[in-house]
């Protein structure tokens, strides 16, 4: 990706104009970080000296047409609880660049440590779970959730399948996944769960933490729903989660004592809403929409001419795809109900 194209990009007169640049003024663009689908560049505005960020977007997990779109209008519906970026400026139209490209204000923070910072996790999901949402929210909201991660997950899992160079040991223990983890999608088992915004992707790199009494905050937006605020616990505390960006799997206890703060954050100590009980189902759907992922992106991973290429990210989908990680997760996560 030409940084040089994207910088003379945001100095075209319409560009700057939407985003209060004086005219004919250039901007200094350096490379922040980047997912599987989006790449970061963080620039300074040249008036006020705010920092900000210019996200470009590759592709579409959801299969959006405007996928940089939906992540525009998720931001501005989350700004009211003040733990996201400010969303000032989208570009899905694809007529200048062949890519989607959306600006968000820059916010500090480092990554989520999984064995200091949980309470503050649990703060900032109960922030953003009790933002009222009304009719016109603008987000995908799945009849059955479990049922729609079920189908996402087949989806994800028949690239896989019908790859050549699948491994037959590692094809073998993910349709054992899916047998275990069936029933939890052939009907609604929760058709009373409360709806809210859901992030569905808690990677600890996601999270900007800057210590208790201070600001801290959820970014990356890409994959946004309204469902049951039981998925979000679900995949922040599962194994597949935690391990991605750090070697840390919960205990038992860690994730029962997140879970009673995040219900106290949320004004429910007693779990009047049943929320434990949903939590285990999506925790353990969970593991199996994290190896899914893995066997889809390690196809994909074959590919020489993908737009993003990521050592690390490619070194931990070959962790998950083996026989003894997947074997730990039918285990101890699918088999029986790892919080009980």
Not at 32 to 43: A, H, K, P, S, T
Not at 180 to 202: H, K
Request: aromatic fraction near 10%; glycine fraction near 8%; charge should be negative.
């Amino acid at each position: 990706m030409d940084r040089t194209e994207l910088e003379r990009y945001l100095a075209r007169p319409e560009v700057g104009a939407a985003l209060g640049f004086p005219p004919k003024t250039a901007v200094t663009l350096s490379p922040l970080g980047q997912g599987e689908y989006n790449v970061n560049f963080r620039f300074s505005h040249p008036t006020t000296g705010k920092d900000y960020v210019l996200r470009v977007n590759t592709g579409s997990q959801m299969h959006l047409a405007d996928q940089i779109g939906y992540e525009y209008r998720a931001l501005r519906l989350l700004e009211p609880t003040g733990r996201t970026p400010r969303a000032v400026y989208v570009d899905g139209s694809r007529s200048v660049l062949p890519w989607g490209v959306l600006v968000m204000e820059y916010l500090p923070g480092r990554a989520l440590d999984y064995r200091t910072d949980l309470p503050l996790a649990a703060e900032i999901l109960a922030d953003i779970h009790a933002l009222p949402v009304g009719a016109d929210c603008p987000l995908l909201a799945p009849e059955r959730p479990l049922a729609a991660m079920l189908e996402e997950c087949r989806a994800m899992a028949a690239v896989y399948r019908t790859d050549e160079r699948r491994d037959r040991a590692v094809e073998k223990r993910i349709g054992a996944l899916f047998r275990a983890l069936e029933p939890l999608g052939a009907g609604d088992p929760f058709p009373d769960a409360p709806r809210t915004v859901v992030n569905t992707e808690l990677n600890s790199g996601n999270f900007l933490i800057n210590g208790p009494g201070k600001p801290n905050y959820l970014v990356d937006w890409e994959k946004p729903l309204l469902a049951d605020p039981a998925q979000d616990l679900g995949h922040f505390l599962a194994p597949t989660t935690t391990f991605w960006k750090t070697d840390c799997i919960l205990t038992p206890e860690e994730m029962k004592d997140f879970t009673r703060r995040y219900l106290e954050a949320a004004g429910d100590p007693g779990d009047r809403g049943g929320l434990a009980e949903r939590l285990s189902a999506y925790l353990a759907m969970t593991c199996l929409r994290g190896v899914t992922w893995c066997a889809m992106a390690w196809v994909e991973y074959q590919r020489p001419d993908r737009p993003i290429q990521n050592a690390f990210t490619y070194e931990k989908i070959c962790t998950y795809l083996t026989p003894d990680f997947l074997d730990r997760l039918y285990e101890g996560y699918v088999a029986r109900d790892f919080l009980s």
